[in-house]
């Protein structure tokens, strides 16, 4: 069966450190891979979507950028963090045609 | 372009009661319709798809969603509420052949006992 890891679950950061937010998944090949940020529990904002190795389309203009090193791990990262970076951040993969399966989620405080 | 609404930030049932969550979508050509469930501090989980054939779709939980084309809608529904169905629902739409979801803003179910 498949399975999706986000690590870390939670992490606090000052404003101009650094980030890397690592996904997973285990048992599918060639996935789509997604980011997105949710704000206050609400709606969900795409960042980022792969569709193979080294393919990165970036939906919003921003602070973030994103990697897909190999097949299945896509990595969220930040050169210097704002206090607006804050958020939860959700990765998920989904194959042709299908739902996508999300991960737990990194809770993310830029103080 | 393509979005999703739910016109309801907030709904209230009390236990036992049927609910409903409503979902509208705007998009070119025949979507693929999805609802989702998330739990505080944790990730969406998939309840339901609606893809072709039968437009009342069933999911996991005891959840069903009808598809509407003419009132391009795809309410989820449950005819009998549980304390532990209060969670926050997704309604999301993928436009055939497209890569990408498109999900609405959420509504928030209180079910009351």
């Known amino acids: 069966s498949q399975t999706i890891h986000q690590w870390p679950a939670t992490l606090v950061q000052p404003v101009g450190s650094p980030l890397s937010l690592e996904c997973t998944v285990e048992g599918t090949s060639n996935p789509n891979l997604y980011w997105y940020r949710q704000a206050a529990g609400r709606g969900l904002q795409l960042l980022f979507y792969?569709?193979?190795?080294?393919?990165i389309s970036s939906e919003v203009p921003q602070n973030l950028s994103a990697s897909r090193p190999q097949d299945r791990q896509f990595i969220l990262s930040s050169k210097k963090l704002l206090l607006s970076d804050s958020g939860f951040y959700l990765c998920a993969w989904s194959v042709v045609s299908n739902e996508q399966f999300f991960g737990p989620g990194t809770r993310l405080t830029v103080l | 372009a393509q979005s999703v609404a739910q016109p309801e930030d907030q709904v209230n049932v009390a236990e036992g009661n049927p609910l409903t969550v409503k979902c509208t979508y705007s998009?070119?050509?025949?979507?693929?319709l999805f609802w989702y469930v998330q739990y505080p501090n944790r990730g969406l989980q998939f309840l339901l798809k609606y893809i072709t054939g039968d437009n009342l779709v069933k999911g996991s939980y005891g959840f069903e969603a009808e598809f509407n084309k003419s009132q391009t809608s795809f309410h989820l529904k449950k005819p009998s509420a549980l304390v532990s169905d209060s969670a926050l629902y997704f309604c999301?739409?993928?436009?055939?052949?497209?890569?990408?979801?498109?999900f609405g803003p959420g509504t928030r179910l209180s079910v009351l006992p």
């Open positions: 999301a739409v993928r436009p055939l052949g497209g890569q990408n979801f498109v």
């Open positions: 792969s569709v193979g190795i080294g393919q």
């Open positions: 998009v070119s050509g025949n979507p693929y």
